[in-house]
């Protein structure tokens, strides 16, 4: 088969042309942006041929986007047109111009925009042909330009890389190094089991003073340097102030010098722990110490009042089965586990006081103090002591004014018991001898049973009927003057005998003057035919006297008396006592 042969065609290029191509592709790979490629290649568009650079389009973000390049304004038709190529060299329509086209920049990764190019006549093919080269060129070049970019772009990336990878190696080495301080904390602070040692390692770790305070603010231990002006302790409005925002915060409150933390690990403030001497700042690691130092003081205290609490239950019952008589045998048992001995011979010690919520503390302290072993309780809104004898009650009185203020505290001690059944009986003892100095004339103050003497005996029949006739006896018309005259001459005979017939200070004792004194002895010796120089018959007057004191509660400066109006007498015939 016969095949025309094909005629090549030729295209003609001069050789300063390609020269200029060369240097001109040159300078657009030498050109670090878009912009100088395209000012270019508007200046070597028309050494191509009778052509203009109309429009320039170059890729964004996957996007053709117009730049300011090319003698054309924004097109809205000439956009679509370009668009509708998808990257393929291709004619487009300009209003009037004979010959329009758009070739394309093509790079090694795809289109990298395109060149609108427009001339009034069709351009020869060697025309084109320079024109495509050019076109060629300026696309490799912009795709350099990106290339670059993205190397850049890249190294850039690279080195934030590193610099994030450094930064976060620097934290991790930051990290480690504050969570071994802090295993190492944790770890000191694990070997300390009681509250100096606490203070002494959060000390050695801070390198301040430290101070563990009780809940009322009073330094219990120290560590460190002394001050020279005393213990720091704020003032107490401003102590609870810190106190209550600690609370809140959750945590260490900062205050002229002084960093608080307080160690409540059950809602309830068992203590503080105080850094002193922070007046130059203290840094996280001083404050971490501080808040793990008041962490484990506060399961020192908690565990501290636990036992407190379960052997004040231990003892508090066994101190309620010794004086109500249950199981004395084995109370003896009961009592070694709490490490108590049975065996020696004991008093029984009631307080009664206006605080009692602070007695069985103080009780406590004042027994150790004394030295002093006991077991401690309560009953009958009384607090109970068990404490082997001989019991140094006066000094216990002394201390227990000491601490809780004498106004309103009384104190009843009942006799020996050498042996747990005998207990019962020391207590009723110390409960009689209490009620005798709650029902005298002073009511705050210590009675102690084997000293009552006359007393033990009146109160023993405090009810009982031959008393009263005794007391009617002897003091019958004057209590009679009394009851019907609203006098107080009963009283005054017993104030009377009570001073040993010292005027002086009978008068004292009733706030009246020794002459209205007198005037009322001489109405007790008229009316109740009483003769103060026989020995029996004062005697008898006195004991008499105290019994109606006992029995009436009069002249008592706690205001105990019986209920006015008279009794109906007594079925033997006898007369009961008036109200004093």
């Known amino acids: ?263 409540r690990p059950r809602r309830e403030t068992l203590g503080t722990m105080v850094l002193v001497g922070a007046e130059r700042g203290v840094g996280p690691q001083e404050m971490f110490a501080l808040e793990e130092g008041v962490l484990a003081l506060g399961q020192v205290l908690a565990h501290r009042r636990d036992l407190v609490d379960l052997e ?27 490490g108590h001995d049975l065996h020696v011979p004991h008093q029984v010690v009631v307080i009664d006081w206006p605080d009692m919520a602070r007695v069985l503390d103080t009780a406590t302290r004042a027994a150790h103090a004394l030295g002093v072993s006991h077991l401690l309780g309560r009953r009958f809104e009384a607090v109970v002591v068990v404490a082997a004898s001989p019991v140094p009650a006066y000094k216990l009185y002394d201390l227990l004014c000491r601490e809780l203020g004498p106004a309103g505290g009384a104190v009843g001690v009942g006799g020996r018991a050498d042996s747990p059944a005998q207990l019962p009986r020391s207590f009723n003892e110390a409960a009689q001898a209490l009620e005798i100095r709650r029902d005298s004339r002073s009511p705050d103050g210590l009675a102690v049973f084997d000293e009552l003497g006359l007393y033990r005996v009146l109160h023993a029949g405090q009810h009982s009927a031959d008393i009263e006739r005794y007391v009617w006896e002897w003091l019958g018309p004057l209590l009679e003057y009394d009851y019907r005259h609203h006098t107080e001459l009963t009283n005054t005979l017993f104030q009377y005998l009570e001073c040993g017939g010292n005027y002086t200070s009978t008068a004292d004792t009733l706030r009246i003057h020794r002459s209205t004194l007198r005037y009322r002895l001489r109405r007790i010796r008229d009316i109740g035919h009483v003769d103060f120089h026989d020995v029996d018959n004062r005697l008898n007057l006195h004991v008499a006297a105290r019994a109606w004191h006992m029995l009436t509660g009069s002249g008592s400066p706690n205001g105990r008396r019986d209920p006015p109006g008279r009794r109906s007498a007594p079925t033997d015939g006898s007369r009961t006592l008036p109200p004093g």
């Open 1 to 263: 088969m016969d095949v025309a042969p094909v005629r090549p065609v030729r295209f003609s290029i001069a050789a300063g042309q390609l020269v200029s191509l060369y240097v001109l592709s040159a300078l657009m790979l030498d050109c670090p942006y878009e912009n100088d490629i395209i000012t270019l290649v508007t200046c070597a568009v028309p050494m191509c041929g009778p052509c203009d650079l109309a429009a320039v389009y170059l890729v964004r973000n996957q996007k053709l986007v117009r730049s300011s390049a090319g003698w054309l304004s924004a097109a809205r038709e000439l956009d679509d047109q370009v668009v509708a190529l998808a990257g393929a060299d291709g004619q487009v329509t300009l209003p009037g111009r004979a010959w329009s086209g758009a070739l394309a920049l093509r790079g090694p990764d795809g289109p990298r925009g395109y060149l609108v190019l427009s001339a009034p006549l069709v351009p020869s093919l060697d025309a084109l042909l320079r024109l495509r080269l050019l076109t060629q060129q300026a696309g490799a070049a912009i795709a350099t330009v990106a290339l670059r970019r993205g190397e850049l772009e890249r190294a850039r990336q690279l080195r934030l890389l590193d610099q994030q990878l450094a930064e976060a190696q620097d934290r991790l080495t930051a990290t480690i190094a504050e969570q071994e301080r802090q295993t190492t904390i944790r770890r000191t602070l694990a070997r300390s089991t009681c509250e100096q040692a606490i203070a002494d390692a959060v000390h050695d770790l801070t390198g301040l003073a430290v101070a563990i305070e009780d809940p009322f603010g009073n330094p219990r231990f120290w560590s460190g340097p002394q001050p020279d002006r005393g213990y720091p302790k704020p003032e107490s409005g401003r102590r609870d102030e810190m106190l209550r925002q600690a609370v809140r915060q959750g945590g260490p409150v900062r205050d002229k010098g002084v960093v608080l933390a307080v160690a």
């Open 312 to 338: 004040s239950r231990l003892r508090g019952d066994l101190v309620h089965d010794l004086v109500t008589g249950g199981d004395p045998d084995g109370a003896i048992a009961r009592a070694e586990a709490v």
